[in-house]
């Protein structure tokens, strides 16, 4: 009995160990918690909403650049994500979630912390210079005279024998079957 409590003890402290997220502080039965917990201004975060009994909802609010669409397999629990504002000042700022056709059912706060504080996001990397693409690798040729990459003497000489040498053969192969169709 006595390794029973040590085990389920020792595997609630590994549970709350990796929760990652931490949650708003009216959250409850009721309430939404915000990963990261303290996010910078720009930050991604998602958000975790409990007390909405349909699949859907929405958060708003004065920190993120756009609402959050909420969704979920019902039961209360609806995820969405969205980015906090680039222009916020560190402090709190009120989520407030519509759903189940009510407007404010679900409410907390972020806290957004100092840009200095904050975790730093990198932004997507793009390229420098431009990438020589299109034209099935002929892009290069673009930029070259036509006139200096033409074809020289050497290669016209050999165009005109291949040409003679073509139409001696369908002459030849004409007179063949001239000849054939007369026995």
């Not at 959050?68 to 397999?73: I, S, W």
């Not at 222009?87 to 979630?97: A, D, K, N, T, W």
């Given at each position: 009995?006595?390794?029973?409590?040590?085990?389920?003890?020792?595997?609630?402290?590994?549970?709350?160990?990796?929760?990652?997220?931490?949650?708003?502080?009216?959250?409850?039965?009721?309430?939404?918690?915000?990963?990261?917990?303290?996010?910078?201004?720009?930050?991604?975060?998602?958000?975790?909403?409990?007390?909405?009994?349909?699949?859907?909802?929405?958060?708003?609010?004065?920190?993120?650049?756009?609402?959050?669409?909420?969704?979920?397999?019902?039961?209360?629990g609806l995820t969405g994500e969205t980015r906090v504002r680039t222009s916020l000042h560190p402090g709190s700022y009120g989520i407030e979630v519509d759903c189940d056709g009510h407007?404010?059912?679900?409410?907390?706060?972020?806290?957004?912390?100092?840009?200095?504080?904050?975790?730093?996001?990198?932004?997507?990397?793009?390229?420098?210079?431009?990438?020589?693409?299109?034209?099935?690798?002929?892009?290069?040729?673009?930029?070259?005279?036509?006139?200096?990459?033409?074809?020289?003497?050497?290669?016209?000489?050999?165009?005109?024998?291949?040409?003679?040498?073509?139409?001696?053969?369908?002459?030849?192969?004409?007179?063949?079957?001239?000849?054939?169709?007369?026995?």
């Amino acid at each position: 009995m006595r390794s029973m409590r040590l085990t389920l003890c020792a595997g609630a402290v590994v549970a709350a160990a990796f929760t990652p997220a931490a949650y708003a502080a009216d959250a409850g039965p009721a309430g939404i918690s915000v990963t990261p917990v303290s996010p910078g201004p720009g930050s991604d975060i998602q958000l975790r909403v409990m007390g909405c009994a349909g699949r859907t909802g929405t958060a708003t609010s004065d920190a993120f650049v756009s609402d959050a669409r909420l969704t979920g397999g019902g039961g209360g629990g609806l995820t969405g994500e969205t980015r906090v504002r680039t222009s916020l000042h560190p402090g709190s700022y009120g989520i407030e979630v519509d759903c189940d056709g009510h407007s404010g059912r679900v409410k907390g706060t972020v806290t957004v912390a100092a840009p200095d504080s904050a975790p730093s996001v990198s932004p997507p990397a793009s390229p420098i210079a431009p990438v020589h693409a299109g034209g099935g690798g002929t892009a290069h040729l673009a930029s070259v005279d036509a006139r200096a990459a033409g074809p020289g003497t050497k290669q016209a000489v050999v165009g005109l024998v291949l040409a003679s040498v073509a139409a001696a053969a369908v002459a030849v192969r004409g007179a063949r079957r001239g000849h054939d169709s007369r026995d």
